[in-house]
């Protein structure tokens, strides 16, 4: 089923994911997403693509109401796992840098 990110990316990035975690928890992401060297926007996209990662599972057996309903009332988790996963992947700049020309 095809999500349109619109449905739960928007809320994740413009409220820096306050509303998907526990206070300590958004606190820690933020930490992380601010002392990123490699930008606190690549940061934040990184964590937010560990975030759909770390639930591929659930969205994929889901249909198109469970998918969305679980990216929007995202499920408790250890953040620093999601903070791990983040961390291993490469920064955004790097990604793009190698991606080719949509035609």
Known sequence: HKVDAHFYAFRWITLLLSQEFELPDVLR???TVISD???RLD???RVCC???IHVRDMLLKGDFATIVKTLQRYPPCDVN???CMAAAYPPCSEVLAGAKPIE
């Open 43 to 45: 940061c934040l996209l």
């Open 29 to 31: 992401i933020w930490d």
């Open 81 to 83: 796992v999601l903070l």
């Open 50 to 52: 560990a975030m759909v």
């Open 37 to 39: 060297p490699h930008g």
